[in-house]
C-alpha cells in the first residue's frame, strides 16, 4: 500500500511561483528495478476534468503536458522519498487543486501517462489559486 501526501499549495499571482510536494510512505519513489514506480501530478479546476500535467518514470524520465511544457518541472528525492512540482510563470489557467498519483510499472505509454485511470494511488490534494 502506498499513501501520498501533498502539500505547497497557495495563492499567488500570476507570473510568480510555486513549489509543490508529494511525500510517499508504504513504498519508495524510486525502487528500479525491484519495485518500479511511476508518479504523475493531475489538477483539477472547478467544472473540469481532471488532467494530467507532469510525469515521471522510474528511470527518472519525465514528460509533460503542452500546457505546462517549459514552466513546470517534475523531481524526485530518492533520500526524502519525495516527488516535486516546480511551477513558474504561474497563469490564472493553472489554478485547481493539484494530485499526485502513483502507480507500480517502469513506465507508461505517452497515451496511458495521462489517464486518471492508470493510476491507483492518489493523494488528497493541494489547492493552487493564481490570480491575474
Known amino acids: 500500500q502506498v499513501q501520498l501526501a501533498e502539500s505547497g499549495g497557495g495563492s499567488v499571482q500570476a507570473g510568480g511561483c510555486l513549489r509543490l510536494s508529494c511525500a510517499a510512505s508504504?513504498?519508495?519513489?524510486?525502487?528500479?528495478?525491484?519495485?518500479?514506480?511511476?508518479i504523475a501530478w493531475f489538477r483539477q479546476a472547478p467544472g473540469k476534468e481532471r488532467e494530467g500535467v507532469a510525469f515521471i518514470d522510474s528511470m527518472e524520465y519525465d514528460s509533460y503536458a503542452d500546457s505546462v511544457k517549459g514552466r513546470f518541472t517534475i523531481s524526485k528525492d530518492n533520500v526524502k522519498n519525495h516527488v516535486y512540482l516546480q511551477m513558474n510563470s504561474l497563469k490564472p489557467d493553472d489554478a485547481g487543486m493539484y494530485y499526485c498519483a502513483a502507480d507500480a510499472g517502469t513506465s507508461k505509454t505517452s497515451v496511458r501517462r495521462w489517464r486518471v485511470s492508470e493510476y491507483t494511488y492518489w493523494g488528497q490534494g493541494t489547492q493552487v489559486n493564481v490570480s491575474s
Open positions: 508504504g513504498h519508495g519513489v524510486s525502487s528500479y528495478p525491484t519495485r518500479p514506480m511511476c
